[in-house]
């Protein structure tokens, strides 16, 4: 697996992408990654999975993760985190001209792509999501909620751990372990993060039925991080144009569970599926 780098500008901080090529492509899937972690960490399962299948990748870090420029655990808004995902479109674009291109997004990648198909002109030929940030799968303390809104006009860029649990990401305990031994990963986010994302997911969920484009999305039903049950509304409202799959007992990182070949077929399987309607 060869990874050819890239990077970008946008909002004056330069982000940090790759790409990776099979022999011959049919297809190009733009992967979006979670909070707190970073791009490269899909060369584990899912991007040679998608090799594999001829797909080729290209995938970025986030503002505030990995390689990318910012403050560990902020972004400059909501707007600018479209903007660079319309900048590494445009760049495979133009690595894999006429391909068919999906987008594929994990948690908060999730969010993401499932706002970006919602909220910007695309030629996608389709979408993917699993475990997406569109609710928590918990109430915070409603005390928290207000103290963080105060925060977000005083000071938007404080940064505070996120307090997520490891063992709910995965049933495997490997991938707990390699998790809360990788020194790329961070627990560290910003109010106007957290809160965009809030906001941002609770308005896709309202506006489903805008959706113009295919999308998959999966959802394990013992996530204690973002919401299964956000995912089967978002889909219920989306008008038949999203395809829906809760994976009994999965935790947050599918594509690090027990059930990670499964889910990584459906979505192969998924894709392929769209190539050949194209």
């Known amino acids: 697996m060869t990874r050819k780098p890239f990077e970008f500008q946008i909002c004056g901080l330069t982000l ?3 790409y990776y090529q099979p022999k011959e492509a049919k297809a190009v899937i733009v992967l979006v990654h979670g909070m707190g972690e970073y791009s490269r960490r899909y060369e584990q399962t899912i991007v040679p999975e998608l090799l594999k299948q001829s797909f080729a990748v290209v995938s970025y870090d986030q503002f505030g993760h990995g390689l990318s420029e910012g403050k560990i ?29 999906f987008l594929y997004g994990h948690s908060m ?5 499932i ?3 919602l909220r ?3 030629n996608l030929n389709g979408v993917i999501a699993t475990s997406p940030f569109l609710k928590l799968a918990f109430n915070p303390p409603a005390w928290k909620m207000s103290f963080g809104k105060i925060i977000e006009q005083l000071y938007p860029s404080l940064t505070m751990p996120n307090e997520l649990d490891a063992e709910a990401l995965s049933k495997d305990k490997k991938e707990v372990e390699a998790y809360l031994n990788d020194p790329m ?3 560290k986010v910003s109010t106007r993060f957290s809160l965009a994302f809030m906001k941002t997911g609770e308005w896709a969920i309202k506006n489903a039925s805008s959706l113009k484009i295919p999308m998959l999305l ?4 013992k996530d204690r991080i973002t919401s299964h049950l956000a995912s089967k509304e978002f889909a219920e409202n ?3 144009k999203v395809e829906f799959h809760p994976i009994e007992n999965g935790f947050h990182e599918l594509h690090h569970d027990i059930e990670k070949q499964m889910v990584l077929d459906i979505i192969c399987d998924w894709i392929e599926k769209r190539i050949t309607i194209t």
């Open 185 to 187: 990963i961070h627990d």
């Open 115 to 117: 706002n970006y198909a």
């Open 73 to 101: 655990g902020d972004n400059p808004g909501y707007d600018y985190i479209l903007d660079g995902l319309d900048q590494v479109l445009d760049k495979a674009k133009s690595l894999f001209q006429r391909l068919p291109t």
């Open 109 to 113: 990648g999730g969010n993401v792509v």
């Open 238 to 240: 989306s008008k038949g």
């Open 16 to 18: 940090h992408g790759q």
């Open 120 to 122: 910007r002109k695309n």
């Open 218 to 221: 999966l959802h394990g039903t």
